[in-house]
């Protein structure tokens, strides 16, 4: 499995960006990730491209059985190994999946809230979904933006490619979680907000 890490040389926050959880949203990670100048000016950036390497089929990371699955078990073990400060899920969907990650009755059929555009008047192929911790780690990512996962479309648009490339900078180059969380509310307070709320309660359940 390819790690990168960029170390700053200086103490600071760990930052650990995972892409290519399921099949091959490898393609849609790799193709951003290349856009991005990973060099922190404190603390680290660990980067992996792709999470799923043993190809299996599909697992959702919400499935009960995902932390048993070769992928989830790599996933828990990078968590373990790298113990980051901010973790970035990256994921693409499909126009068919689109529906049931923004539904609002996400909470009862998945477990996790629904994920909410950083701009909702945008089409979908120029959205960036954003959510939290999948159910298995939720505790120990309590603080909002300390745990983002992102979806953007398979065949994502230019401003998609805007947000998702502002998105993972203000990760790299945030000195904290409340620093990554501000900038993200300069610049997408409404949507913020919203997931703000749904994390609370989400974080609150106790299953
Ligand atoms: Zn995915």
New binding site residues.
């Given amino acids: 499995m390819e790690v990168r890490e960029y170390e700053s040389g200086k103490e600071g926050i760990t930052r650990l960006i995972l892409g290519g959880?399921?099949g091959n949203?490898g393609r849609v990670s790799k193709k951003i990730l290349e856009k991005i100048a990973p060099n922190p000016s404190e603390g680290k950036v660990v980067i992996i491209p792709n999470l799923n390497i043993s190809r299996r089929g599909y697992i959702s990371t919400l499935d009960k059985n995902y932390t048993r699955s070769p992928t989830g078990r790599m996933h828990r073990s990078v968590l373990e190994r790298y113990k980051p400060d901010v973790v970035v899920e990256l994921?693409a969907f499909n126009s068919e999946g689109y529906k049931s990650l923004i539904d609002k009755d996400r909470m009862n059929k998945k477990g996790v809230p629904r994920m909410v555009p950083y701009r909702e008047d945008l089409p979908m192929e120029d959205q960036v979904l954003h959510g939290g911790p999948p159910p298995w780690i939720k505790n120990k990512f309590k603080e909002h933006a300390s745990y983002i996962t992102l979806e953007v479309h398979e065949d994502y648009g230019k401003e998609a490619e805007k947000a998702f490339l502002f998105v993972l900078n203000a990760v790299i180059s945030s000195k904290s979680v409340n620093e990554i969380r501000d900038r993200l509310k300069g610049e997408y307070q409404a949507s913020m907000k919203k997931a703000g709320s749904l994390l609370q309660d989400y974080l609150s359940r106790s299953d």
């Fill in positions: 959880v399921h949203e994921h």
